[in-house]
């Protein structure tokens, strides 16, 4: 499935150390899977780190990997380097990102509950077939067609899931528009498969709900900026 998100976030190389930092101090397991240098390793955490193995790496492998890395982890906290200011960032700029995208995968699977029925692929091709029409609402006039697929994702939605027949957008640039149903054909339409036309629903469908909530919960947030940051922002 196609994510925003797939605004995206990514793990930084760092997030071994510091992810594996944050659990460190586990002297107290009794009969340890790993000894290295008496920090001890039990059976559940080496397991759980071997599941998410590389698949370059065979067992052996992945062992001695995960023995250089606890050696080089303890040489970097004898250095203090665990310390640093900027260690402190890393860690803060690593849960904060890992925090957002692990609820991203929690909403996203929540709003890309779909049924993937023919009714509904066999609507998303009829949309497919024919132009939609756009025109701002300061130009009535100025009247453009434009293919389904560049339609933006929230009139989208509107159209197949509200059954809609006219949408008004506002665009990022606050651009107000109108979108309406035409029978104007497309000359050369996209053949898509019924699994990509039920791919592209979900993430229709999900991106919509995204934007849904996030813009509620931002709503009802108490929010206060600064005059000074205003002005710096104009």
């Known amino acids: 499935m196609k994510h925003l998100v797939y605004i995206h976030i990514i793990v930084i190389g ?18 340890p899977f790993i000894e290295i240098n008496k920090k001890n390793i039990s059976k559940e955490e080496y397991e759980k780190a071997l599941n998410n ?8 492998q992945f062992l001695d990997q995960f023995i250089e ?18 260690f402190k960032i890393k860690i803060k700029s690593f849960y904060e990102k890992n925090l957002v995208q692990l609820l991203m995968e929690k909403k996203f699977e929540e709003f890309s509950n779909l049924e993937a029925s023919e009714d509904l692929i066999s609507k998303y091709k009829k ?6 029409k756009n025109c701002s609402l ?42 309406t149903l035409s029978e104007m054909p497309i000359i050369k339409e996209d053949v898509l498969s019924s699994k990509e036309i039920f791919e592209d629903l979900v993430y229709i469908k999900s991106t919509y709900l995204w934007n849904n909530w996030l813009n509620e919960i931002k709503a009802h947030a108490k929010i206060s900026i600064s005059e000074k940051l205003k002005e710096s922002t104009k």
């Open 14 to 31: 760092f997030s071994a150390l510091t992810a594996y930092f944050l659990f460190y101090n586990k002297n107290g397991i009794q009969n």
């Open 53 to 60: 193995k590389p698949y370059y790496l065979d067992n052996n």
């Open 69 to 86: 890395k606890e050696i080089l982890i303890q040489e970097a906290i004898k250095n203090n380097l665990h310390q640093n200011e900027d």
């Open 127 to 132: 949309f497919l077939s024919f132009k939609i």
């Open 138 to 179: 300061e130009e009535k006039d100025n009247e453009k067609f434009v293919d389904f697929k560049f339609v933006p994702n929230k009139v989208k939605y509107e159209f197949i899931f509200n059954e809609a027949r006219e949408v008004r957008f506002t665009d990022e640039n606050l651009n107000k528009k109108i979108y």
